[in-house]
């Protein structure tokens, strides 16, 4: 579909909106779902476990695919949620967490030393 496009300050433009293939992604989805099951699911847990993945990937990039030819090892949902609980651990630990010795406190943890 054509649309017109009015800038502020700028001249008319006219591109090319394209809708179509959105429309067939929605209805693949949709359909999956229907017959399938699970996929609102699955999008969810891809959305959750997104920054874990980012943080990860940021620790052990260097250009050098090394897990069977990628850059990122396949995580299953239990070493998933190992890494999460590792993260949480390392943040609150961390020497420059302000409210570290608060939260120890809060869990009976004392002064707790890593």
Known sequence: MDREVN?????????RVQ????VELNASLSSFHKEKGGIEKELTRLWYDCGILVI????????????????????TMEQLQVLREQ????WILHEDNVHRTRVLQKCGMGSFRH
Do not use: A, N, S
């Not at 809708?19 to 959105?22: E, G, L, M, R, S």
């Not at 050098?64 to 396949?74: A, V």
């Not at 993260?87 to 390392?90: I, L, N």
């Open 7 to 15: 800038e502020p300050g700028t001249v008319r433009v006219r591109h």
């Open 19 to 22: 809708t179509q293939p959105i």
């Open 56 to 75: 990860k990937y940021i620790e052990l990039w260097d250009h050098t695919p090394k897990f069977d030819g990628k850059k990122m090892p396949d995580y």
């Open 87 to 90: 993260m949480v651990c390392q």
